[in-house]
Nanobody
Framework: QVQLVESGGGLVQAGGSLRLSCAAS????????MAWFRQAPGKEREFVAT????????GYADSVKGRFTISRDNAKNTVYLQMNTLKPEDTAVYYC????????????????????WGQGTQVTVSS
């Protein structure tokens, strides 16, 4: 069992930056692939970024590539999402997710690949 708690959301102007954190509790954090998803009002949840257990492999949605960076500190059981050059269209609730699916390498964009989810943190980008 893994519990995930996100923090770091808030209101920021376009062009600004935020860093989201996701603190994990439970056993074997290092064995989990981690990801960030987001959901804007009236829209479906969408994949943002992912990182494997060893931090060697990362993946990003095209819409955030070059602006967002995912990282993790296994010693602190925490995963981060550094978000730079924010745009109004980045406004959403951001969710942290953890999973150990054997098909993660090819299906990491799918929410079904992740077993555990946090409660979400709101990010609002004003124009």
């Amino acid at each position: 069992q893994v519990q995930l708690v996100e923090s770091g959301g808030g209101l920021v102007q376009a062009g600004g930056s935020l860093r989201l954190s996701c603190a994990a509790s439970g056993r074997n954090f290092m064995s989990y692939h981690m990801a960030w998803f987001r959901q804007a009002p009236g829209k479906e949840r969408e994949f943002v970024a992912t990182i494997n257990w060893s931090t060697i492999v990362t993946g990003y949605a095209d819409s955030v590539k070059g602006r967002f960076t995912i990282s993790r500190d296994n010693a602190k059981n925490t995963v981060y999402l550094q978000m730079n050059t924010l745009k109004p269209e980045d406004t959403a609730v951001y969710y942290c997710a953890a999973g150990r699916s054997a098909s993660w390498a090819t299906k990491f964009r799918l929410g079904d690949e992740y077993e555990y989810w946090g409660q979400g943190t709101q990010v609002t980008v004003s124009s």
